[in-house]
């Protein structure tokens, strides 16, 4: 067996309605799908069905911070710094906190959904990491 690629990634949240605004109306994932079976809603970037969220209710328990499972998703979202100024721009305008993050082959913004979900949008502005991978688990503090 061998695994040709990550097919898509599915997160739990509280409110699909509340999820669907913020990773559609703010992060601009375009909606390709709605269960008619449970509370699920699916996203795509272009190549499938690439995220989607399952809601459960507003009910359902916070995962507590030190519990093993899912530490974040990432959306590359360009080449540039310019593109993750604008991309901060975005968020800061929408009231999310971010920390912009250099991993020196990447460079990162991480912040919350509305769930507590972690997210990270990022640029790759640097093919560095085919010759020395290990520079990919670098990481400092960005100035934006």
């Given at each position: ?29 375009p ?6 079976q ?27 911070r ?31 906190k ?47």
């Amino acid at each position: 067996m061998q695994i040709e690629s990550l097919g898509h990634v599915v997160i739990k949240v509280r409110d699909i309605e509340r999820a669907e605004a913020f990773y559609n109306g703010v992060l601009g994932l375009p909606i390709v799908a709605r269960s008619d079976q449970m509370p699920m809603t699916f996203f795509s970037l272009g190549n499938h069905h690439d995220f989607a969220v399952l809601g459960l209710g507003d009910d359902a328990e916070e995962a507590p911070r030190k519990a093993a499972g899912l530490a974040h998703v990432a959306f590359k979202i360009g080449e540039s710094l310019d593109e993750l100024r604008d991309a901060k721009r975005h968020l800061d305008d929408a009231g999310i906190k971010c920390a912009p993050v250099d991993h020196e082959v990447t460079q990162s913004l991480y912040f919350a959904d509305p769930d507590g979900n972690q997210v990270e949008l990022y640029v790759d502005t640097s093919d560095v990491w085919k010759e020395e991978p290990q520079r990919v688990a670098q990481g400092t503090k960005l100035e934006l």
